[in-house]
T-cell receptor, first 120, second 111 residues
Framework: GAVVSQHPSRVICKSGTSVKIECRSLDFQATTMFWYRQFPKQSLMLMATSNEGSKATYEQGVEKDKFLINHASLTLSTLTVTSAHPEDSSFYIC????????????????FGNGTRLTVT | LAKTTQPISMDSYEGQEVNITCSHNNIATNDYITWYQQFPSQGPRFIIQGYKTKVTNEVASLFIPADRKSSTLSLPRVSLSDTAVYYCLVGPADSGYALNFGKGTSLLVTP
């Protein structure tokens, strides 16, 4: 089945620094990827939609200048948390659909294993 | 996107069948129903997806009535490792659409 891979799985950084999280679709090409954030004991919240070759679309309340998204190829999207602060500590998860599966009306979102960001 | 309502939590003993029902009264014609399982500190894992009637795979069954305003995930003979949060999501099966997660159902399986 389709696999989405994230790296790193966990990262600790100091307040004020930037952190880059990579999301790769391993066996399919994804023109669109989605980034979610999950705080402890809460559900996933959609942050933004990453579009290959164009600007990302951000959900209301998500700062586009703080959470930079780059989708430079059909298999890679990156999320950079700039000038991270402790309140940005969270679990970040990316996802994508396999376009081949879409054509067969069986196209679930496939999720990466997430990145645990801790800002000290 | 259609809003979903699930029980916040459920408890079960090992070996029992667990049925988790999700309400989605404003489901649209082109919406599919998808269920995910999430363990702590892991991304959600796809369980099953359906549009109408019944769908079965190697891990679960999904029952969808004719009006599609609800759905029931059935987990046969649960084990301790099925302890997780289960999410019901409703939306189009299209590459451009994300899915919005509700609060999910926290299932606890005990011996």
């Amino acid at each position: 089945g389709a696999v989405v891979s994230q790296h790193p799985s966990r990262v600790i950084c100091k307040s004020g620094t930037s952190v880059k999280i990579e999301c790769r679709s391993l066996d399919f090409q994804a023109t669109t990827m989605f980034w979610y954030r999950q705080f402890p004991k809460q559900s996933l919240m959609l942050m933004a939609t990453s579009n290959e070759g164009s600007k990302a679309t951000y959900e209301q309340g998500v700062e586009k200048d703080k959470f930079l998204i780059n989708h430079a190829s059909l298999t890679l999207s990156t999320l950079t948390v700039t000038s991270a602060h402790p309140e940005d500590s969270s679990f970040y998860i990316c996802s994508a659909r396999d376009p081949v599966q879409i054509s067969s009306y069986n196209s679930p979102l496939h999720f990466g294993n997430g990145t645990r960001l801790t800002v000290t | 996107l259609a809003k979903t309502t699930q029980p916040i939590s459920m408890d079960s003993y090992e070996g029992q069948e667990v049925n988790i029902t999700c309400s989605h009264n404003n489901i649209a014609t082109n919406d599919y129903i998808t269920w995910y399982q999430q363990f702590p500190s892991q991304g959600p894992r796809f369980i099953i997806q359906g549009y109408k009637t019944k769908v079965t795979n190697e891990v679960a069954s999904l029952f969808i009535p004719a009006d599609r305003k609800s759905s029931t995930l059935s987990l046969p003979r649960v084990s301790l490792s099925d302890t997780a949060v289960y999410y019901c999501l409703v939306g189009p099966a299209d590459s451009g659409y994300a899915l919005n997660f509700g609060k999910g159902t926290s299932l606890l399986v005990t011996p």
